[in-house]
Each structure stands twice: as C-alpha cells, then as structure tokens.
C-alpha cells in the first residue's frame, strides 16, 4: 500500500495561551521515493498535506513546527503539528560582524613597469620580459604573493518561536553548510553568503539558535593579465591555463584562459525557504 497521512486526533486544545496539537500516523511502505531516503519522503508528505491554519474556537491559530518521529526498525513515522496565534516566521535575530582579513595568494595582476640593468646593450627594450601581470614566474610555477584581503564574517542569533528547533530542522539546516545562497540573504547578493555551520538545542520551546556565515562579494569585469571576467560570483573560484611566448627575443608565461568554476559542493541553495528569515 502507498504510503498515506491518517489524523489520529483532531486536535489537542489549550485555551491559555491559545494552542491546538494535530497528530498523525504514516500508513503503508515508506521507501525510498523519487531520490528521497524515506525520512526526506515523509517530511515533504508532511509539507504538502498538513494545513498551515488550525480552526481554533477563540480564533485562527498558525502552524509553528512539523515533528516527525522515526521509528528506524520498523519505519514507523508519526507527526506532531503544534499550533499558535505566533506565526513560524517571526522572530528577532541580531547579526555580528566580523571583517578582519586573511590572506590568499595571487598568481596575477596589473603590469605596472618594469626595471632591468641595461649596462652595455645597445637596445635595451628589445631585452625587456613581460609576463603579462604573473607575479613569480620561475621557470613552469608560477608563485604567486600572499596578500591580505578583507574578509566578512556574520554571526546571526535568531530567536525561535516555541516547536521550531526540531530535529527535522536541524537536519534541514544541516544540509546548506558549504552551500552558497540562490536568493538575496541578510541584505547580501546572490551567491555571496555561504553557511559554514550553527549552534543550537533541539527543543519544543522558544528558544535562540546561532548561526555562522562567511561572505564573499560578487565581482564583475576583473581584469587579470589583460584578461576580462565579466562576472565572477563570491564563491567561485578562478582557473588558470598558461601558455610560453617569445616576445623581445626573451621566453614569457602569458595567461591562456580564465575559467570561473563552480566547485562541487558550491552549488547554490536556498536560504530563505530552509532558515525561515534572512529574506532582508
């Protein structure tokens, strides 16, 4: 049988504070399912049936949370649906920024002159090396200098209402870290935001989680060795390929291509829809 929602109460009613408790019962095989693993299948069941209101009798009351309770051996799946006059998406968070800097290593950039001895040649321009704005070449390395840059950080304590920190939360959250954003996030573009991780307690309770961020700002027409990227998102990186010329009568390294790779890993996801905040 496929597996099915089935209501096992009609709703557990308080009256102070307004509150309404909904459970149900997974009925049939739960499998792996259109790539999902079995828990992913019964939390996007989950999602797509349970009402995001509650007809409570002193008035509408919001959906805070959807808990799934596994059973491993038997794969057994109960859910709990806790509702509230609070809505899921309110919440007060404060955000700290962090922008000291680290260092990274640059293999390229603007040719500015260069000075060589010139003592007894008769033309000495025809002597003059230039390897395009490469920084350390020796012999097929190419070396590089170590730089400081700016780097930001933000740390964003993010106050829950009660019944959001739960384990399908967490496990949800879990899977972003290393991800950059799809969506603008905390005021950031497209691709500048990458979650490198969180702390919380999982609990019914309101209570503050804090998560970690690193930023890395989009780029566009960036000019290496003559070269143009047009557009260069936060969290790719850049590839080069060389190439030996002569020029002067002298041997040269001349960049051959730039390519912008997206890493695995890197690929984008959405903060807004897992987190629940950040949208400005």
Same mark, same amino acid.
């Given at each position: 049988m496929a597996p099915r929602f089935v209501q096992v109460t009609g709703g557990d009613l308080s009256v102070e504070p307004p509150r309404a408790t909904v459970k149900y019962q997974v009925e049939g095989t739960v499998i792996n399912t259109g790539g999902l693993d079995p828990f992913d299948f019964v939390a996007a069941l989950a999602i797509a049936t349970i009402p995001a209101t509650f007809a409570h009798p002193l008035g509408t009351l919001?959906?805070?949370? #959807?808990? #799934?309770?596994?059973?491993?051996? @038997?794969? #057994?799946y109960s859910i709990t649906a806790p509702y509230a006059q609070k809505k899921k998406e309110s919440g007060a968070y404060q955000i700290t920024v962090d922008q000291s800097g680290s260092m990274i290593n640059v293999k390229a950039g603007t040719r500015i002159s260069s000075h060589f001895d010139n003592a007894g040649l008769v033309a000495p321009e025809t002597n003059d090396v230039n390897n395009h704005g490469l920084i350390g070449v020796n012999g097929d390395e190419i070396e590089g200098v170590d730089i400081p840059v700016e780097e930001t950080k933000l740390q964003v304590n993010f106050r829950?209402?009660? @019944?959001i920190l739960n384990k399908a939360y967490i496990k949800a959250v879990g899977r972003l870290v290393g991800y950059p954003n799809s969506v603008p996030f905390l005021g950031y573009d497209i691709g500048e935001v990458v979650y490198i991780g969180g702390q919380?307690?999982?609990t019914d309770t309101e209570a503050t989680a804090t998560y970690s961020f690193a930023v890395s700002y989009n780029q566009t027409n960036l000019v290496i060795g003559g070269i143009t990227v047009t557009e260069k998102h936060g969290w790719d990186v850049l590839s080069f390929s060389y190439f030996d010329k002569v020029e002067t009568g002298n041997l040269t390294k001349k960049i051959k291509c730039i390519e912008v790779v997206r890493p695995a890993g890197r690929e984008w996801k959405?903060?807004?829809?897992?987190?629940?905040? @950040?949208?400005?």
């Open positions: 919001n959906l805070q949370d #959807i808990q #799934i309770h596994e059973n491993h051996a @038997g794969r #057994i829950h209402p009660q @019944g919380f307690v999982e959405d903060y807004v829809a897992t987190f629940g905040w @950040g949208a400005t």
